[in-house]
């Protein structure tokens, strides 16, 4: 494509540590991930090395407590490791906001027992995490489920069927959200279900838009038994527990998708500085300054959307609203500006001989995951002007 080299975003990071972070993590991105990321994309090849190198550098626990093998790093640090990550390859970067997700109910609502047994594998051990919420009848409307856990003397027999898992067949763990009680959102329980229950398989991965190298399958539970020491929180509490793990994942997702945007601009960026037509490079005419200078600021306004929730999340704040925000904002943003980076590489654009493409594809799904946009409208109307009135 071009020789010319992206200009390094202009971070604004609280510490000397974080700069290094940040350092550390662009080195990966450039040498492990970025180099590989359109060949293994098109071979649908998940990387569990890159994974592993990952969770060997402490980058799989960077929000939770080191005393778990955490990094303590704010959400202000994480979200823009997630963005680097997800501009080097999109599988990655939300391969590590799903598994921090996956962590959540433990981390921040487990036992000390149950932390000191499990935290220390899940966050620096080599573990991957899947999160199990949706099922293939209940989606945005989660507080349907179906999946059911009884109570069998000191363990609990988990049966149904959880649809578009992110790590479906390949995690090592599983947070499940299962009905344990009354319909509604307070009869559903968390349990952290190991990857290799018995009478728990996945089926074939979707075949998908984009995102092809992260494995997204449904995920049977056929009378999968485990102990009460694996429910998280208490009975009737997994609800509310997803949703608040929900509220920090859609941040995960922004940044993702400001990472795809950044990557997407660095691109046309590129092609246009080097493509000539009318003797002049066409980085030259005003359309495409223009366009250029539009995604620019648009993916300015993103990231400073996100950050600005993930303080407010940092200093114990409510967050809610400003994750919905995000969520949404940064994600339409992708859409948009993946979607100039094909026209403004034109007919190339329209092909995988360039990345341009596949940032287009990948950036549809951060519209629907973890909530989809029309959900996130939902979620800022309540908060701006109410609940609606039934």
């Known amino acids: ?5 992206p ?43 890159v994974f592993t190198l990952l969770s060997e550098a402490g980058l799989l626990g960077l929000p939770y407590d080191s005393e778990y093998g955490g990094g303590e790093q704010p959400y202000e640090v994480y979200l823009q490791v ?17 598994h921090t997700l996956a962590s959540y109910a433990l981390a921040t609502h487990g036992t000390k027992q149950q932390q000191v047994e499990h935290l220390p594998a899940m966050l620096g051990g080599g573990l991957l995490g899947a999160y199990c919420l949706s099922e293939p009848a209940s ?24 649809a578009w898992i992110t790590h479906g067949g390949i995690a090592d763990f599983y947070t499940v959200m299962a009905r344990t009680g009354e319909d509604g959102p307070r009869g559903i329980t968390a349990f952290l279900v190991p990857g290799d229950a018995e009478g728990l398989s996945a089926a074939a991965p979707e075949k998908k838009m984009g995102l092809k190298g992260s494995p997204t399958a449904q995920v049977h539970l056929d009378g999968v038994r485990v102990s009460d020491d694996r429910r998280m929180g208490e009975e009737g509490q997994g609800f509310s527990i997803a949703l608040s793990a929900l509220d920090s994942g859609r941040l995960g997702i922004a940044a993702c998708a400001i990472g795809v945007a950044q990557a997407a601009l660095d691109a046309a960026v590129g092609y246009a500085t080097e493509r000539r037509q009318f003797g002049h490079a066409i980085a030259d005419f005003q359309g495409l300054r223009f366009m250029i200078a539009d995604m620019a600021t648009q993916i300015e306004a993103g990231r400073a959307l996100y950050l600005a929730a993930a303080r407010l999340r940092d200093a114990g704040l409510p967050f809610a609203k400003q994750a919905a925000m995000a ?18 590489l034109g007919g190339y654009g329209y092909t995988a001989d360039f990345p341009a493409e596949r940032y287009m594809r990948e950036a549809k799904v951060l519209q629907i995951v973890e909530g989809t946009n029309q959900i996130q409208r939902m979620v800022i109307a309540r908060h701006v002007a109410g609940p609606e009135a039934r």
């Open 1 to 5: 494509m071009s020789d010319r080299d």
């Open 327 to 344: 969520k949404l904002h940064c994600t339409d943003t992708a859409m948009r500006v993946t979607t100039d980076a094909v026209q403004i």
């Open 139 to 162: 989606g945005s409307d989660a507080a349907s489920l179906r999946t059911r856990a009884v109570r069998d003397g000191d363990s609990w027999v988990l049966s149904g069927t959880k």
């Open 7 to 49: 200009q390094p975003v202009e971070r604004q990071l609280p510490t000397e540590e974080a700069r290094d972070l940040l350092a550390l993590v662009r080195e990966i991105a450039q040498r492990e991930i970025a180099p590989k990321a359109a060949e293994e994309e098109d071979a649908a090849r998940f990387p569990r090395e």
């Open 82 to 98: 997630l963005e680097e990550l997800a501009a080097a390859r999109l599988t990655v970067g939300l391969g590590v906001s799903v």
